[in-house]
């Protein structure tokens, strides 16, 4: 993970970052859900997809995977689906998701950010 990002915003960026997040895992939840509740069996696999990235996303768990599967899955309810203008709007943020990063606060950053290590002088 640390290949992909050389940093992990911190500060407003990290903030931004958080709420595109908090937002796109929480849409994609919220439209496979949906989907699930109107019964089309040809989309439940992909709406169990939807949930599992979505709540990855919402963790900032795997981002680069799980907001690329958000791109591909938003493509797919967006072809889908009636009203695309959710679906692509969701596409959009999971790839910037995917190409940007996760930001400060979130679980890849906590497993795979970078340490600061602080070696104290020996007291002899």
Do not use: E, Y
């Not at 699930?36 to 996303?57: D, E, K, P, R, Y």
């Not at 695309?84 to 400060?104: D, K």
């Amino acid at each position: 993970m640390r290949r992909l990002f050389s940093t992990f915003a911190r500060g407003w960026p990290g903030v931004g970052l958080f709420l595109m997040r908090l937002v796109c895992g929480t849409v994609c939840v919220a439209q496979a859900v949906a989907t699930l509740h109107n019964g089309s069996s040809s989309a439940g696999a992909a709406a169990g997809l939807a949930i599992v990235a979505g709540l990855f996303l919402l963790a900032g768990l795997w981002t680069p995977i799980a907001g690329s599967l958000v791109a591909g899955l938003g493509i797919w309810f967006a072809l889908a689906d009636t009203n695309p203008l959710a679906s692509v709007l969701l596409a959009t943020i999971g790839a910037a998701l995917a190409l940007i990063g996760p930001g400060a606060w979130s679980v890849d950053a906590r497993l795979f950010g970078w340490k600061r290590i602080d070696v104290r002088d020996r007291a002899r």
